[in-house]
C-alpha cells in the first residue's frame, strides 16, 4: 500500500518490504474471433498460467538519494516503477512511498488526441496533481521547455510523436516533486533536446530530490546514481555500489552469451567456401582484451578473427561484414579494398586479424560475418552471422560507422 502526502517528508521516503506481484496470463488455441465467440457461448474455459514480475523484494531509498535500476529486459523494473507510483497495486508486501511523485514514464498518459497542447498542458497537470493556479503559474516555462511556441495552441493530433513526447515531457518535470521516477526518458526528441532533459535531470539531483532511475544505460549509472540494484527474473541479485553492481550485470551478460569457458557466441549459420582456409572463431573484445558481448557507448567495436590455412597461402584477403539482425549493413570491409599485404602462410599455420571501428551503432544486437579468400571471386570460407554483439547505445545514432574500420594482423598494422 501507499501511504499518504505528508507534511514533513521521511528520510528514507521509499521503503518496499517483501513486495510481490503477480499477474494472470490467459491463454486460449483458437486465435479467430468466431472461435472466441463460441468460448463464451459455450463457457469453454481458457487455461491460465502465473507470471511473477517481482518476487518478495525490499529495498529503501534514502531522502536525496538517486537508485539506479538494472536488469535484462523483463527483470521486472517498469512492473516496479509502476508499483512505486501507485499505478499498479502489489499483490502481497508493503510499498511506502513518502511525498509528492512525479513519473517520467510512458509520457503523454491522459493526453486528449483532440485537445490543443495548452488545453493537454492543463490536463495532464491535474493528472499529476498540480492545481490550477500552479499550472497557470507554471504555463510559460513549460510551453518554453517544450520548444513548441507556435504549435502550441494546436491540436495535438496533428502533432508528430517527438512533440507529444516533448510536451508530455516538459509537463512532468514542472511538477517539482519530492520522488522522481524515471523510466528511460532522457533521449526524447533531439540531441539538444536531450541535453535539456539530462539538465532538468541534474537540477532534481542537486534539489535534493528522491530519484529511482530504470535505464540500459550503463554508463549513465554509474555517472549518476549514487546505489544501484540489479534485477534479475523478478528478484533482486546485486545491491550497493553502481559500478559494482553494473559490473555483475556486465559478467552475467557475457556469461549468458559467451558461456563458463569463454566460448564466442557462435551458432548455426550460412557458410560457404572450398575450405582451404577456415575461419575458426570471432569474438569481441574491451580495450583491456577481455572478451565482451556488449559494447559500451563510446568505445571502439574490436572484433577478433582467428584464421587457419589448410594449404600454403599468399597474400590472403581477410574480410568482416558487420549487419543487423534483419540484414541491415552497417559495416563491410577487407585487406583487399585497403591494399593491406596480407604475407605468406604455412599450411597448418593460424593466425589473428582485428578490425576497429567506433561505437556510432544503434542500441541493439549487431552480426558479425568473417571472411577468408583467394582471390575476389574465388572464398575460402564465410561464415554468416557467425556471432553477434550488442550496441550498448543510448540514443538513436543512425546506425552506421565509418565506411572502413583499422585493420590489424598479429606482428601490427601493415
Known amino acids: 500500500m501507499r501511504s499518504s502526502l505528508t507534511s514533513e517528508i521521511s528520510e528514507t521516503p521509499i521503503v518496499v518490504k517483501n513486495l510481490t506481484k503477480k499477474f494472470v496470463l490467459w491463454h486460449q488455441k483458437e486465435n479467430s474471433l468466431k472461435s472466441t465467440f463460441i468460448n463464451l457461448v459455450r463457457s469453454r474455459k481458457l487455461t491460465r498460467e502465473s507470471f511473477t514480475p517481482l518476487d518478495n523484494i525490499s529495498f529503501s531509498v534514502k531522502k536525496g538519494e538517486t537508485l539506479g535500476v538494472i536488469g535484462h529486459n523483463g527483470s521486472g523494473k517498469t512492473t516496479l516503477l509502476k508499483v512505486l507510483a501507485g499505478i499498479t497495486k502489489p499483490t502481497s508486501g508493503t510499498v511506502t512511498v513518502d511525498g509528492r511523485v512525479s513519473t517520467l514514464f510512458e509520457l503523454g498518459t491522459g493526453f486528449h488526441a483532440e485537445l490543443s497542447g495548452r488545453e493537454n498542458i492543463f490536463l495532464n497537470g491535474t493528472i499529476l496533481g498540480l492545481t490550477r493556479k500552479e499550472i497557470e503559474q507554471k504555463y510559460d516555462k513549460i510551453v518554453e521547455f517544450s520548444e513548441l511556441g507556435k504549435f502550441i495552441d494546436s491540436p495535438i493530433k496533428h502533432y508528430s510523436s517527438g512533440m507529444q513526447m516533448r510536451l508530455a515531457f516538459s509537463v512532468a518535470i514542472s511538477v517539482n516533486p519530492e520522488v522522481l521516477l524515471v523510466d528511460e526518458v532522457l533521449a526524447v526528441g533531439d540531441s539538444a533536446f536531450q541535453a535539456k532533459s539530462y539538465s532538468a535531470f541534474q537540477d532534481f539531483k542537486q534539489r535534493g530530490t528522491t530519484i529511482v532511475f530504470v535505464t540500459h544505460d550503463l554508463g549513465a549509472v554509474n555517472a549518476n546514481c549514487d546505489r544501484a540494484i540489479l534485477l534479475d527474473k523478478g528478484k533482486i541479485v546485486a545491491e550497493g555500489n553502481p559500478a559494482k553492481v553494473v559490473e555483475r550485470y556486465r559478467s552475467d551478460v557475457d556469461q549468458a552469451m559467451y558461456g563458463e569457458k569463454g566460448k564466442t557466441p557462435e551458432r548455426e549459420s550460412g557458410r560457404f567456401g572450398d575450405g582451404q582456409a577456415t575461419v575458426e572463431s570471432v569474438w569481441t573484445e574491451n580495450r583491456a582484451g577481455r572478451k ?123
Open 292 to 414: 565482451v558481448a556488449v559494447i559500451e557507448s563510446g568505445e571502439e567495436v574490436i572484433v577478433k578473427i582467428k584464421y587457419k590455412f589448410h594449404y600454403k597461402a599468399t597474400e590472403p584477403i581477410f574480410g568482416l561484414i558487420v549487419d543487423t539482425r534483419d540484414g541491415r549493413p552497417v559495416l563491410l570491409d577487407n585487406t583487399l579494398w585497403r591494399g593491406i599485404k596480407t604475407g605468406n602462410f604455412k599450411k597448418g599455420s593460424t593466425t589473428v586479424v582485428t578490425f576497429r571501428f567506433p561505437n556510432n551503432l544503434e542500441r541493439g544486437y549487431y552480426r558479425l560475418t568473417p571472411t577468408v579468400a583467394k582471390t575476389a571471386t574465388l572464398p575460402h570460407d564465410h561464415r554468416t552471422g557467425m556471432a553477434e554483439f550488442f550496441s550498448q547505445q543510448p540514443y538513436l545514432t543512425g546506425g552506421m560507422v565509418n565506411p572502413t574500420a583499422v585493420i590489424e594482423l598479429e606482428g601490427g598494422s601493415k
